[in-house]
């Protein structure tokens, strides 16, 4: 009997860059979420619990959220052309809808919606992109500086294998990050440079902050390349204020870092007091033109009201870079041929969703506002109840769609879970998976400050649904208090 061979591939002879790489937001925690829901699928009644909720990702449909009708319909009409000539379809689609389908097939060389783009994308589709940022921001946009990518993520792999060359190349980042970066950078084989937002006020970023991280970094003869700023805030909700945002701009300009502004949540904000600016529209508004700082943007149709996180459609805007590098970023996105063309039709879209006059303005209107005044209450709602807990401060999320609760924990809770060989955070998420269904994705997933814990709780689940996950909540953290209290 032969004895079965070792495979060419172990842990020990893969790529060690994959090995450090982590993604906690689908981490061990929703993995064990995933085997609790096939239990409950086989055997219902195993487990305290009849669903899980999945709190731990920015995934609004696979919640409920409903896809914006206008949206869906010119995709129906652009992945379907023989309908548009049809009397049923005018009976069935809006105007504008068929008007903009029409429109974009005549982009499409051949109409093909099935064929290979431009490695930027549809060339019509990024002049649609561009006049959508120049309407936003007041100041122009070139169809040249988008490539869209499928979703944002592309957009940072494509930058991180840009910019680090070695170790000793860095990347500063927020702490606690929405974990792409420290992945996609130690994936690329570079260094994360930790810059902490100030959870003692409202998650503030502090310029004294990031030239202590850069001075340090140096000294240790890392080369810092690049600057990662999350506006509106992942996991802490934070939105920038223009001051804060025109200081960061001063900052990579005398630095001479490149800006990386994760800017997916820009139709997430819910407070009065706060908007949403560019960082491109802070920096024109300096003064600052191509020659003055490095930028690149990006955003993605999976987050804001529209929640596509499926169709994987996203772009990022390139400025400040010179010809020549350009062409090498076209090189490399060229190695991917192109992204999706249903996710580069939709990037068009929520660039350039219906405006006043049109036949779905209305129908549209009511859709955008009534999830993101939904978004608002159930924010709210979460805030309030995570404050309402013994042990557990909230800051408010002004934007985006998380909760990053700090979790104030009894010794004997940290003893227990370090008895149980696992981050404190980790150990109450688990718990509390396991008691209530309720899925959150412990904080260490995302860094924070040393000897703080937190948990990420998204806003999404459906408004019907939070009361249930509010007394859940509740009952368990007061259960675990009782058990572990000091």
Known sequence: MSSRKSSPVTLENINPKVIKCEYAVRGEIVMHAQRLQQELQAKP??????????????????????????????????????????????????????????QILDQIPGRATGAYSHSQGIKGLREAIAAGIATRDGF???????????????????MMQLLLRSEEDGILCPIPQYPLYSASI??????????????????????????????EARSKGIAVRAVVV?????????????????????????????????????????VDDKKFNSFKKIARSIGYGEDDIALVSFQSVSKGYYGECGKRGGYMEITGFSPEVREQIYKVASVNLC??????????????????????????????????????RRAKTLEDAFNSLEGITCNK??????????????????????AAKTAPDAFYARRLLETTGIVVVPGSGFGQVPGTWHVRCTILPQEDKIPAIVSRLTAFHQSFMDEFRD
């Open 45 to 102: 009644g195993t487990h305290p619990f009849d669903e899980i909720l999945y709190c731990n990702i920015g995934n609004p449909q696979s919640l409920g959220q409903q896809p914006i009708t206008f949206f869906r319909e010119v995709l129906a009409l652009c992945d379907h052309p023989a309908i548009l000539d049809s009397d049923q379809t005018h009976a069935l689609f809006s105007s504008d809808a068929i008007a903009r389908a029409w």
């Open 140 to 158: 122009p946009a070139n169809a040249e500086d988008i490539f869209i990518t499928d979703g944002a993520s592309p957009g940072v792999h494509m």
């Open 186 to 215: 130690a994936l690329h084989g570079g260094t994360l440079v930790p810059y902490y937002l100030d959870e003692a006020t409202g998650w503030g970023l502090e310029i004294s902050e990031l030239k202590k991280q850069v001075e």
């Open 230 to 270: 999350i506006n509106p805030g992942n996991p802490t909700g934070q939105v920038l204020a223009e001051g804060n945002q025109r200081e960061i701009v001063e900052f990579c300009k005398e630095e001479g870092l490149v800006l990386l502004a994760d800017e997916v949540y820009q139709e997430n904000v819910y």
């Open 339 to 376: 992204s999706n063309i249903t996710g580069q039709i939709l990037a068009s879209l929520i660039m350039n969703p219906p405006k006043v006059g049109d036949e779905s303005f209305e129908s549209f209107s009511a859709e955008k506002d009534g999830i993101l005044k939904s978004l608002a």
């Open 397 to 418: 999320t002004e934007g985006a769609m998380y909760l990053f609760p700090r979790l104030h924990l009894p010794q004997k809770a940290i003893k227990a879970a370090e």
